[in-house]
């Protein structure tokens, strides 16, 4: 460039000497906006040797006649170093501050993807792929000290390190600091050691470095703390669940047992009953003790769900042979029904095949006991976004919009059905917590006098 702007003013445009000091001068600036003081003072040099040879008499040679010439000469390459020097500055200042920007930018990402965990768990595992996506880094480790676990991202082999180097490293780097294109950030509580990360493949500055362990330590701390909020609170609520249970019972017991006490002591009276009456009273007995001894299992069932104490086995599962053995156990409730059955090609669900059974046996029952003898029932279901949902509806009596929410409730039975049948109010309670275990959702829409549609979800296998 320098060559042509000389070629261009000596040869062809006749020009005065300022006017090519000025425009030399200009390309020294450009230089040195562009590509640094280094090149630009080397092209002062050379623009300086040139400007003397082809522009200050006499031309054609090195040498300066006039004295004013040298002040110009000298004149000229003072400002190309000192604008070269200035230039550089604004270049470099320009650089740092985007490169500032970048790395806020990276610290806020990251502050927002790490304090949306809710757990600590998720939290770890989230924290590497959260890193390398706002660093853009090629690989990342985050290991704990407590129980040497690592969490990795990206290209893992790119770091290889053994547990025994990583221990040593975390428990004595006293600050982050970089070692090639990897940086190295210790982990702590508060000054105890917890951890080392290590970022692979990008240049980020000490306080962006020092910013991102605090972060990580930060949104771990609080991870911990939310868990173990939650944990308090379950407990609370588990022991609020169980008196209330127990309130309960006590008071579903009580009409069972009101009417066998009051049998058993008609019956002890001296022979004032004929044979007939005898029987009758014994057979109140006899069905009223099935009634509490449902009641209590039903309630100890229910305890145990609560409680977690129940065992499932999720294993894959076939909807229809569900479907197949929960009419098996309904068959005598079904004698003089048209139950339609359509099910299309299912994935296999992940399940307890037992306890959805025992969910869809009860739906079906309910459907039965409350709706009319011979009404239809129907039993479908279908695959949508990874879940399969199963569904029976039934044209009974259907439920009032205000208690569809309440009926899932442990005893709770609704107003118009419960009074021709005899229930525990448990079923729907039982089946629900069943469902949820297994991260699926039991619902109902029905309208009144119309019918009722049950379903429940479970997900698909991943295959
Ligand atoms: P239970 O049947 O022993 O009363 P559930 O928990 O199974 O207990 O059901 C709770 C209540 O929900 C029932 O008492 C009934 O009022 C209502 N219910 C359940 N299924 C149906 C249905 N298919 N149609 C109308 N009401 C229903």
Redesign the pocket.
């Known amino acids: 460039m320098l060559t042509g702007i000389v070629a261009v003013y000596h040869l062809w445009l006749h020009v005065s000497a300022t006017t090519v000091a000025l425009t030399l001068l200009l390309l020294v600036l450009f230089l040195a906006a562009q590509w640094g003081l280094r090149y630009a003072v080397v092209t002062s040099m050379a623009a300086t040797a040139a400007y003397n040879y082809y522009f200050l008499p006499p031309i054609g040679t090195f040498t300066i006649s006039d004295p004013q010439n040298w002040l110009a000469i000298f004149a000229f390459l003072t400002v190309a170093v000192v604008g070269s020097r200035l230039s550089e500055r604004a270049r470099e200042e320009a650089e740092d501050a985007r490169r500032g920007q970048r790395e806020l930018e990276v610290l806020y990402g990251l502050s927002r993807q790490l304090l949306q965990a809710e757990n600590v768990a998720g939290l770890l595992n989230a924290i590497s792929p959260a890193i390398m996506l706002v660093t853009r880094a090629d690989a990342i480790v985050l290991y704990l000290l407590d129980g040497d676990r690592r969490y990795m991202a990206g290209d893992s082999s790119a770091i290889q390190m053994d547990d025994v180097s990583l221990r040593q490293l975390a428990q004595t780097l006293p600050a982050p600091d970089t070692v090639g294109l990897q940086a190295r950030v210790p982990l702590s509580v508060g000054v105890r050691p917890r951890g080392l990360l290590l970022i692979n493949g990008v240049t980020l500055s000490m306080d962006t470095l020092e910013a991102i362990g605090g972060l990580i330590s930060v949104s771990i701390d609080r991870a911990q703390a939310l868990e173990d909020v939650t944990r308090g609170e379950a407990a609370k609520e588990s022991e609020r669940l169980r008196s209330l249970m127990i309130d309960s019972i006590t008071h579903e017991l009580r009409t069972p047992l009101t009417a066998i006490k009051a049998a058993a002591s008609t019956l002890l009276l001296p022979k004032t009953l004929d044979d007939e009456e005898q029987r009758e009273l014994l057979t109140v007995i006899d069905e009223e003790s099935d009634r509490l001894n449902q009641l209590v299992s039903e309630a100890v069932e229910m305890a145990q769900l609560d409680t977690k104490e129940v065992h499932m086995t999720f294993a894959p599962t076939a909807v229809a042979a569900v479907v197949e053995q929960s009419l098996q156990n309904c068959s005598s409730l079904l004698e003089n029904r048209e139950v339609k059955v359509d099910l299309p090609t299912l994935p296999l669900v992940k399940a307890d095949a037992e306890f959805i059974t025992k969910v869809l046996t ?1 739906l079906i029952e ?2 039965a ?3 009319p003898e011979g009404s239809p029932l129907a039993i479908s279901s279908e695959h949508k976004d990874g879940m399969v949902s199963v569904s029976v509806a ?1 044209r ?4 009032d919009l205000s208690e569809q929410g309440l ?1 899932f409730e442990r005893f ?3 107003s118009v ?2 009074q021709q049948t005899w ?7 039982i089946s629900r917590a069943i469902i949820e275990a297994h991260h699926g959702v039991l619902s109902v829409t ?1 309208q009144l006098g119309e019918g ?1 549609v ?1 379903s429940f979800t479970l997900p698909v296998v991943e295959s």
């Open positions: 009860n309910n459907a006991k409350y709706s039934d009974g009596m259907g439920i009926i709770y039975r609704a059905p419960s229930g525990t109010g448990m079923g729907l309670a029905s009722s049950f």
